[in-house]
């Protein structure tokens, strides 16, 4: 790993993205984002992730939220106030409880499973105890993978993922990608080499569970012991 001596904040987000790339490979393989796109996808798996995705975007809002306090100036109040007030992806998940048959007792009675727990902790833990540069760093993958994942992924053979697929290929998160990368470039830019390789551990590490997210629904995993 390029250590932070050698990452100037220039461009920061951009080499982040190259450092992940052996994760986004993978992830770009993965057998549910594949039998997606074929439509034959088990639709009791992408229930489960759905309900899971809904419980780790509350997990991002407070995250988001909490950087939102931890602003230094009005400026970045601003730019982040825009990014707590837009929760791009909840109309998406209400269409997709509907077509999903999910009702409001299915979302209450939802608990996370061990990998989204683990994932929500990691960026709520990153942002309220590494500081403001690191929780945003370790926010940015989930809007920029889920923007690629939308570049790459053709219209699948099934009405329900085609929701899911188009709402990302027409651009869902692209706003959200550049506002959050532009933040990562500013925040870098202004820390010295020990905040800025806080911030690539942070964002590897959120890569790492975005990874481990699709691998959790496609096994619908479950805790060992209940």
């Given amino acids: 790993m390029l250590r932070g001596e050698s990452m100037s904040g220039d461009n920061f987000s951009d080499r982040l993205w190259q450092m992940a790339s052996p994760i986004w490979q993978a992830i770009e393989r993965h057998p549910f ?13 992408f229930r489960y992730y759905v309900l899971q995705d809904y419980l ?12 939102l306090s931890l602003a230094p100036d009005t400026e970045t109040a601003r730019r982040l106030l ?7 992806e909840r109309p998406l998940h209400a269409g997709l409880f509907d077509a999903l048959g ?3 007792d299915d979302v209450d009675s939802c ?7 683990a994932y929500m902790n990691h960026i709520e833990v990153s942002m309220r105890l590494d500081g403001l ?3 945003v760093a370790a926010l940015l993958p989930c809007p920029r993978i889920y923007h690629e994942v939308g570049r790459i992924l053709k219209k699948p053979d099934h009405h329900i993922y085609e929701i899911w697929q188009s ?33 690539a551990q942070a964002y590897l590490t959120s890569a790492r569970y975005e ?8 096994n619908c995993e479950r805790w060992p012991v209940e």
């Fill in 167 to 199: 709402s990302y290929a027409e651009g869902l998160l692209e706003q959200s990608s550049a506002a959050w990368s532009s933040l990562v470039d500013d925040m870098a830019r202004a820390s010295g080499p020990a905040v800025r390789d806080g911030m």
């Fill in 82 to 88: 825009k990014r707590v007030s837009t929760p791009v």
């Fill in 211 to 218: 990874h481990m997210f699709w691998t959790m629904a496609y």
């Fill in 111 to 117: 608990v996370p499973s061990p990998t989204n727990l």
């Fill in 56 to 67: 780790y975007l509350g997990a991002f809002g407070r995250s988001a939220a909490a950087a």
């Fill in 33 to 45: 984002l594949m039998e997606l796109e074929a439509g034959t996808l088990p639709l009791d798996r």
């Fill in 133 to 135: 540069a690191c929780g």
């Fill in 102 to 104: 999910v009702t409001q």
